[in-house]
């Protein structure tokens, strides 16, 4: 393919916020190191953490005027000399640490769209160890949700190996974003049970359709139900039994509660997000219910370039579709409308761009 000398991007404003996303030219590097790879970018999808920079609600530093996201589905426009994993015209995405290959590394990390220029941008080069191949059965804008979100889903579900290395029989996923969504399609593809809370009705409607005949999708309105009697609905839907993991996607104010949720022996909370906020109020000795359950409480950070492998050949195994968790596509200069979007809470699932006509 004939490639341009320069290309379309989106960069953070600076000053006061809130602030936005404003469109930049960049220039297309003319020549690649022995084992690189320039992509050529198809979609992407955003996370909360792409609004929460803009507005002032992420933990961590990033990099100024940096290009914003880290999730996209890309194919590959040319190859260094010494690359020999990828093909010109081979589907792909990079990882979203470019530094966590095995998830054993000592080195900090290195994440797309934070402290390094992210993919919301025509092309970008990355080291082909950056880089895995996409299942061929999903479109661009499915494959597009699976870097940030499906590996996050896919880490916190404990790669769906549940209490003594068995399946997990059920699951309860905080809210309607892109991780839970994803997290309730691999359930649903799995065999496990899913319960999903929002406080939406339509949402909890919307959501129950995507169960199948084998796999019933829970829903709990939690502002309707006082927290015992949330608790007493995880009960009657688990027979009594109490789910195997919890999807914290709301941050440490829940996790006692989580941890109530959870069967007997052996569960796990998985700590994903911060949508609302960092602080909580209960004491430490709450978390001496971990010993008295056997459980697990476990911070998830996405995964590593091992867990975005092992997402994708249960994903081909499975034939899985990510269609159901596409809310709605923007193209590429209606980039900042969908930020809004996203900032808004209106949707269900994942936002995408779409970069290429």
């Known amino acids: 393919m004939s490639l341009p000398k320069t290309y379309r991007a989106f960069r953070r404003t600076t000053g006061d916020l809130p602030r936005t996303i404003s469109p930049s030219t960049e220039q297309l590097p003319q020549q690649l190191g022995p084992k690189e790879v320039l992509i050529k970018i198809h979609a992407v999808s955003l996370n909360f953490r792409d609004v929460a ?3 002032g609600r992420y933990p961590i530093d990033v990099q100024e005027r940096g290009i914003p996201c880290s999730d996209a ?31 054993c590394e000592d080195e900090p990390p290195k994440e797309l769209g934070g402290e390094l220029d992210g993919v919301l941008r025509e ?8 880089l895995v191949s996409l299942p061929n059965h999903l479109s661009w804008e499915e494959a597009a949700t699976i870097p940030c979100a499906g590996v996050t889903a896919w880490t916190a579900l404990d790669n769906l190996k549940g209490p003594g290395g068995k399946k997990p029989r059920s699951v309860l996923l905080q809210g309607t974003g892109g991780v839970s969504m994803f997290a309730l399609v691999l359930c649903v593809a799995a065999g496990v049970q899913p319960i999903i809370t929002s406080s939406s009705d339509k949402k909890l409607a919307d959501v129950s359709r995507l169960g199948s005949s084998e796999v019933a999708v829970g829903t709990i309105n939690y502002k309707t139900l006082q927290n015992h009697q949330v608790a007493d609905e995880v009960r009657r839907l688990t027979k009594g039994r109490g789910v195997d993991v919890v999807i914290n996607n709301t941050g440490p104010a829940s996790i006692p509660q989580d941890i109530s949720f959870l069967r007997q022996r052996g569960g796990l909370v998985s700590l994903v997000g911060f949508l609302a906020g ?4 209960w ?13 697990r409480l476990k911070g998830i950070h996405v995964g590593s370039r091992l867990d ?7 994903l081909e195994e499975k034939q899985v579709s ?7 596509v923007f193209s590429f200069e209606e980039s900042p409308a969908a930020f809004e979007y ?3 809470g209106s949707h269900v699932g994942k936002v995408v761009i779409k970069v290429q006509d």
């Open 73 to 103: 589905a890309a194919e590959v426009a040319a190859v260094g000399a010494a690359v020999t994993q990828f093909a010109v015209g081979d589907h792909v995405s990079a990882i979203f640490d470019l530094s966590n290959l095995t998830g």
């Open 283 to 295: 004491q430490p000795a709450a978390l001496m219910t971990l010993i008295t359950k056997f459980s």
């Open 53 to 55: 920079m803009l507005n």
């Open 123 to 130: 092309y970008a080069v990355y080291e082909e160890t950056q």
């Open 342 to 344: 996203l900032y808004s």
């Open 308 to 314: 975005f492998l092992e997402l994708n050949r249960f």
């Open 322 to 328: 990510l269609a159901p968790l596409v809310d709605r």
């Open 278 to 281: 960092f602080s909580g109020e």
